[in-house]
């Protein structure tokens, strides 16, 4: 932990390079905040510092809606949106939506379905739904490729809920069946 003094110089400073590295709660108002924020300065009196944003609320004070302190470097929330779509890629690709609805990724993950759609959207490209569905694909073609399994075998393995899911999914991508697919692929 920094001395007072140093926090003080650097919250007086509003010095960018100290951004995460403590926390300043003003005693009178209860409020913690950034050494970058842009309010007004409070008096050195009336300040405390905390090396984390934890530590500031333990000792009862509640983050400024201006500087946001609770999303501070080196936190998740630092990140912002690119974080909350990286973790749902990860659950994705590990089957999230292979039996649960984008309902429930988006609660695990603790935001609205429709807020989630419009990460993707943005930082994707593409819907959940849509994103899963490539994976299955993916998945299915390489299991294709690699084996003998069966077409059902295959289509439970990829993700899919049916063999009829699977045949239209493929059908619509590749224009043609899984079967011929593999066919093809055999010569």
Same mark, same amino acid.
């Given at each position: ?22 926390? !300043?709660?003003?005693? !009178? !108002? ?25 530590? %500031? ?35 994705? &690709? ?11 990724? %988006? &609660?695990?993950?603790?935001? #609205? ?35 003998? #399994? ?28 899984? #079967? ?8």
């Amino acid at each position: 932990m920094l001395s007072f003094d140093a926090c003080n110089a650097a919250r007086l400073r509003r010095d960018p390079r100290y951004d995460g590295r403590f926390f !300043t709660a003003v005693k !009178t !108002t209860r409020i913690y905040c950034r050494p970058v924020c842009p309010a007004k300065q409070p008096l050195t009196r009336n300040v405390a510092y905390y090396p984390t944003a934890a530590a %500031a609320e333990a000792a009862g004070f509640r983050p400024c809606l201006r500087c946001r302190p609770e999303t501070a470097p080196f936190c998740p929330a630092w990140n912002g949106t690119r974080s909350t779509v990286a973790r749902a890629l990860r659950m994705i &690709d590990n089957g999230a939506l292979d039996q649960a609805s984008v309902v429930a990724l %988006a &609660d695990k993950l603790g935001i #609205s379905a429709r807020h989630l759609t419009r990460l993707f959207e943005r930082h994707v490209g593409a819907s959940p739904q849509q994103l899963a569905m490539t994976l299955r694909l993916q998945r299915a073609k390489r299991l294709l490729n690699t084996g003998n #399994s069966t077409m059902t075998e295959i289509a439970f393995r990829a993700g899919f809920q049916s063999v009829r899911r699977f045949n239209a999914a493929f059908a619509k991508l590749y224009g043609r069946t899984p #079967s011929s697919l593999r066919v093809a692929a055999g010569r």
